[in-house]
């Protein structure tokens, strides 16, 4: 055997050695851009329990604003009811005025309780999506990183390792929309 023959088997042998791990490095490319969807997903869904957390805020604060007028309205037709005024009828007319004031401010603080409880029901069902998405994406980066050591150590082992934990992730992903 020549020395130039055993050099190209040499490089065939490589070369075939090589092609043996294409679908490792298949797999970690399509992991990677799994890894970066599961990302995306993530932050985009933490951002969306924050702005329905402030939405939820905002519900609360305009509820603890017509409890107040309601509250001080109260107050000022308690207060028509024990002082002397000269006016009567003017009197009664303030009073009736504040009775209908109340009687809004009740249905209206129902009203403005059920928006704000329902915002905060958003809020807990995508920090609950958020929180699978997280683990979706630790999932696949795990998934990630024990495949690539299959192109160290040649050994499929940690490939079909690396394989179960993407499942996991991905399933993970898909549940956080199943909900």
Excluded: C
Aim: cysteine-free; hydrophobic content about 45%; overall charge negative.
């Amino acid at each position: 055997m020549e020395a130039n023959e055993a050099q190209e088997l040499k490089e065939h042998a490589e070369h075939g050695g090589e092609s043996g791990m294409q679908p490792v490095a298949f797999s970690m490319a399509l992991l990677a851009v799994l890894v970066a969807i599961a990302t995306v997903l993530g932050h985009r869904t933490h951002t969306e329990a924050v702005l329905y957390q402030n939405k939820a805020t905002d519900q609360w604060n305009e509820y603890q604003a017509k409890k107040i007028r309601s509250y001080n309205t109260g107050l000022a037709s308690d207060l028509l009811g024990v002082i002397t005024v000269n006016d009567k009828a003017a009197a009664d007319k303030i009073a009736k005025s504040y009775a209908d004031h109340q009687s809004k401010w009740a249905d209206d603080l129902k009203e403005s309780q059920e928006k704000a409880e329902a915002l905060e029901a958003r809020v807990e069902k995508a920090e609950a999506r958020a929180n699978y998405l997280d683990l979706s994406e630790a999932m696949l980066e795990i998934g990630l990183v024990i495949t690539s050591v299959t192109l160290l150590t040649r050994r499929r082992v940690y490939w079909y390792l690396g394989i179960v934990f993407s499942v996991l992730g991905i399933a993970s992903a898909a549940w956080s929309y199943l909900q």
